[in-house]
């Protein structure tokens, strides 16, 4: 049971470069997401999704893409690399909530340098 | 507008004293708190959570206290141990949907000298 995977691990980018950040969980959970962490922010939703074929905008949607073809995979494309994306980015999965306060586990993140 | 906050960007601790991680909110729809702790070059990982109809839940070492009233939520850890040593977001979810957005705050460094 290997989680949340995220690749790549770091990634440099030139302006208007575009590219894919790859997330996968296998513990079949209905919802992912997608954060990224900048100094002094915390961590902001960008995008997610309740299931397969679903997906909905968060806190910070511009410039990012994404999909859900799968269960297991939501991957987070930027059409053209700006470097305000300059970040490091977060997948997350949970179940969807029931009963409520459901944990989100977390992938080890995606270092992304735009320049 | 920070809907959720942490007002100590850090917070440095003697090994066997308490940790005290403050956090504060300004929406009442917020339904669940979670605290999360994140390592260098780690994603977050979940540490404990409370209901906005509690005051309290506790686990080993750690508690979380709720004050709706004043909107506040701490998170204290006894003893703290240098593995403790992390970064801790706050993080708040709304109420009503099948959804898990969660909005974190900005997060307090704790550092746990031996």
């Known amino acids: 049971n290997a989680g949340v995977t995220q690749t790549p691990k770091f990634q440099v980018l030139k302006t208007g470069q575009s590219m894919t950040l790859q997330c996968a969980q296998d513990?079949?959970?209905?919802?992912m997401s997608w954060y990224r962490q900048d100094p002094g922010m915390g961590l902001r939703l960008i995008h997610y999704?309740?299931?397969?074929?679903?997906?909905d905008q968060g806190e910070v949607p511009n410039g990012y893409n994404v999909s859900r073809s799968t269960t297991e995979d939501f991957p987070l494309r930027l059409l053209s690399a700006a470097p305000s994306q300059t970040s490091v980015y977060f997948c997350?999965?949970?179940?969807?909530?029931?009963?409520?306060?459901?944990?989100?586990?977390f992938g080890p993140g995606t270092r992304l340098l735009v320049l | 507008d920070q809907q959720v906050k942490q007002n100590s960007p850090s917070l440095s601790v003697q090994e066997g004293r308490i940790s005290i991680l403050n956090c504060d909110y300004t929406n009442s729809m917020f339904d669940y708190f979670l605290w999360y702790k994140k390592y260098p070059a780690e994603g977050p990982t979940f540490l404990i959570s409370i209901s906005s109809i509690k005051d309290k839940n506790e686990d080993g070492r750690f508690t979380v206290f709720l004050n709706k009233s004043a909107k506040h939520l701490s998170l204290h850890i006894v003893p703290s141990q240098p593995g403790d040593s992390a970064v801790y977001f706050c993080a708040a979810s709304l109420r009503g949907g099948a959804t898990n957005k969660l909005i974190f705050g900005t997060g307090t460094l704790l550092a746990v000298q031996p």
């Open positions: 999704s309740v299931g397969a074929g679903i997906t």
């Open positions: 513990m079949n959970h209905e919802y």
């Open positions: 997350a999965s949970s179940r969807v909530r029931t009963a409520g306060g459901e944990t989100q586990y």
